[in-house]
T-cell receptor, first 117, second 112 residues
């Protein structure tokens, strides 16, 4: 089946630094990728929709200058958390929608746990 | 905007008991419906999905769900749960834009 990978799976950084998270569709081309955030014991909250070759669309309340999204190719989207603070600590999950899935089915990556000290 | 409501936050069952998890959505147009499972420490996996056709959908691991359009519901069922079904279950809805909205999730604990 379709596989989506994320790298790194776990990252710890100091407050004020930036962290880049990669999301790759391994065996299909993803025209659209989604970035979610999940707090412990809570649901996934959509942060932004990323379309290849165009600017990401951010959900209400998500700071686009803080969470930079780049979808440079059909198999790669990156999320950069800029000037990270402890409140940005969370589980970030990407999903991909594309030629493999057909009917609006998303395939999820394993997630990246970010801890900001 | 679409929204998803899962009625049960935490369900505790004994092995072999039957399971039904409620999911209601609000959206006036055509929707696609999904149930995902997240086992402890693992990523989301698709249990089953409904796009069109037979409203009774069968998924993996013996799960099924019924889409009742008049009730805007998509409840998940399993006739006999196992200890290994202990996990978090999420109902999700998406529209033609492909953007999914998730419910708050239901934690299922199955006692051996």
């Amino acid at each position: 089946g379709a596989v989506v990978s994320q790298h790194p799976s776990w990252v710890i950084c100091k407050s004020g630094t930036s962290v880049k998270i990669e999301c790759r569709s391994l065996d299909f081309q993803a025209t659209t990728m989604f970035w979610y955030r999940q707090f412990p014991k809570q649901s996934l909250m959509l942060m932004a929709t990323s379309n290849e070759g165009s600017k990401a669309t951010y959900e209400q309340g998500v700071e686009k200058d803080k969470f930079l999204i780049n979808h440079a190719s059909l198999t790669l989207s990156t999320l950069t958390v800029t000037s990270a603070h402890p409140e940005d600590s969370s589980f970030y999950i990407c999903s991909a929608l594309g030629s493999y899935s057909g009917d609006n089915e998303q395939f999820f990556g394993p997630g990246t746990r970010l801890t900001v000290l | 905007a679409q929204s998803v409501s899962q009625h049960n936050h935490h369900v505790i069952l004994s092995e072999a008991a039957s399971l039904e998890l409620g999911c209601n959505y609000s959206y006036g147009g055509t929707v696609n419906l999904f149930w995902y499972v997240q086992y402890p420490g693992q990523h989301l996996q698709l249990l089953l999905k409904y796009f069109s056709g037979d409203p009774l959908v069968k998924g993996i691991k013996g799960f099924e769900a019924e889409f009742i359009k008049s009730k805007f519901s998509f409840n998940l069922r399993k006739p006999s749960v196992q200890w290994s079904d202990t996990a978090e279950y999420f109902c999700a809805v998406n529209t033609n834009a492909g953007k999914s909205t998730f419910g708050d999730g239901t934690t299922l604990t199955v006692k051996p």
